[in-house]
């Protein structure tokens, strides 16, 4: 019995002092999937679609649905793609919005994960415009652009050039 009583104090105390001086800061940051990230999105950055609307998303592509929703502005958004480290939305018939989450070169112990959010405004390829911004995976915008692998830098590229290719198809299919 006095074996237990040693036991379970020393279990505590280690418990205690393996809390202490820690912030959130100085954790390493945990290894989010796609899913998990955009549920977590500030809704500050895509104000059109409630959390709702993104779990729906979500739920609707599982079942093999079309993942359309009624947006916040009366409108109809569409999760177009969902991957293991993508997705695609069609916010509305004016702006794209993709998601792709990306390894840093060098991790550090608050990053481990950097989160790229490319923004397509503009229904055609000509006049259309793509903002790259990046955030760790706790959504703190980082400053300027992060130190990514070869392979992300041509993941990011071919987003690029696939929007333009995107628009252009969409174009000739409404006519």
């Known amino acids: 019995m006095r074996y237990l ?5 020393l279990l505590c105390t280690l418990s205690i002092s393996g809390r202490e001086g820690e912030t959130t800061d100085s954790v390493a940051s945990p290894t989010l999937s796609i899913r998990e990230v955009f549920k977590q999105m500030p809704s500050s ?12 998303m979500i739920d609707f592509i599982d079942s093999k649905l079309k993942a359309e929703v009624d947006n916040l502005l009366g409108g109809k958004s569409e999760m177009t793609a969902l991957s293991g480290d993508s997705i695609s939305i069609k916010v509305s018939d004016a702006l794209r919005m993709t998601i792709l989450l990306l390894k840093p070169v060098q991790t550090t112990d608050s990053i481990s994960q950097i ?8 229904t055609d390829s000509i006049s259309s415009s793509t903002k790259f911004e990046y955030y760790t995976n706790k959504w703190v915008k980082t400053d300027g652009t992060p130190f990514i692998s070869e392979a992300d830098n041509k993941r990011i590229n071919t987003l690029n050039l696939q929007t333009i290719v995107n628009w252009n198809d969409i174009i000739l299919k409404k006519d």
Do not use: K
């Open 5 to 9: 009583g040693v036991l379970l104090g």
């Open 45 to 56: 950055l895509l104000p059109t679609l409630s959390e709702n609307n993104r779990l729906d």
């Open 115 to 122: 989160i790229c959010v490319a923004q397509t405004y503009g």
